[in-house]
């Protein structure tokens, strides 16, 4: 699950043409953020995903998986800035951009998530971990779940995005703030947990394909067998502490990213 490095890259962007902080920079402050967030917010993800799989929860395997889960973050926000340009070099639909670069952070997201998934799952290690899903499911067992992962991340990215873009001047309006830090967590709160809200099924159905990575389950059959299971209450399984992810990452991300920023600026005056 790799909403905060949505929130880091819109912050990220937010900010930049703001200061004179040079992009690599901003880069590093991002990634430093985004490990500080995923140390406090591992044992949600790990919960989050027992509950999806009806398993029971021993919180002494939570942080399996940080390692993945944080090395994932590089690549994520660089494809996703990547193909975010090429695509407003053609298409001003910041929408459609947006659903795509989101869409296309996939091609890391679903291994390194399935990796995370099973390590928590058994307590392997990461190196064990990947030697196993290779050897069981080859390349292609790796990208279980790929086409669920990027209507989660493409779903995700466009909403937080255009509702952030829609929400942020009616709240600066009628709310009267004005501080950057303060009008990006109070709209990035409920827009993000609306598309929390609007997203959770297709990462319900993620877990289930790469929980079955093996069988190598087609999106279809995933969904007709968790509606059979569960009705349409079995798409929203782990839904709670996704939520609690998504306004902690916000909060964390936004505070310690003004921090870290004004902190560089101190020091190179």
């Known amino acids: 699950m790799k909403i905060f490095r949505i929130i880091i890259l819109y912050t990220t962007l937010s900010f930049s043409a703001d200061d004179d902080i040079h992009p690599a ?3 590093v402050i ?3 953020s985004a490990t500080v967030e ?3 917010t591992q044992p949600l993800i790990y919960i989050k995903n027992r509950l999806q799989q009806q398993a029971r929860i021993d919180l002494l395997n939570s942080y399996k998986g940080f390692v993945v889960n944080t090395a994932a973050f ?6 996703q800035t990547a193909t975010n340009g090429s695509l407003q070099s053609i298409s001003d639909n910041n929408f459609a951009n947006a659903f795509a670069s989101g869409a296309a952070s996939a091609l890391v997201n679903a291994p390194s998530d399935l990796v995370m998934l099973h ?5 392997a290690s990461l190196r064990q971990m990947f030697m196993h899903l290779l050897r069981h499911g080859k390349l292609r067992g790796l990208y279980s779940g ?3 992962t990027a209507m989660r991340e493409g779903g995700f990215a466009s909403g937080y995005l255009y509702g952030i873009s829609r929400l942020k001047p009616i709240i600066k309006e009628y709310l009267n703030i004005n501080e950057d830090l303060k009008l990006t967590v109070a709209t990035g709160a409920p827009v993000g947990l609306a598309v929390t809200a609007f997203t959770h099924p297709w990462d319900t159905i993620k877990t289930d394909m790469q929980q079955h990575y093996d ?3 087609l999106l279809r059959n995933s969904i007709k067998e968790i509606y059979k299971k569960n009705g349409f209450s079995g798409f929203y399984k782990g839904f709670m502490p996704r939520s609690l ?3 902690l990452s916000i909060t964390i991300i936004s505070q310690l990213n003004e921090a870290l920023r004004d902190i560089y600026l101190a020091m190179n005056r």
């Open 25 to 27: 920079i901003n880069f």
């Open 245 to 247: 992810t998504v306004m």
């Open 215 to 217: 069988k190598k389950k």
């Open 30 to 32: 991002g990634g430093t």
């Open 146 to 148: 790929f086409s669920a």
């Open 119 to 123: 390590q928590q799952n058994t307590g």
């Open 38 to 40: 995923n140390c406090v």
């Open 74 to 79: 590089a690549p994520i926000v660089a494809l």
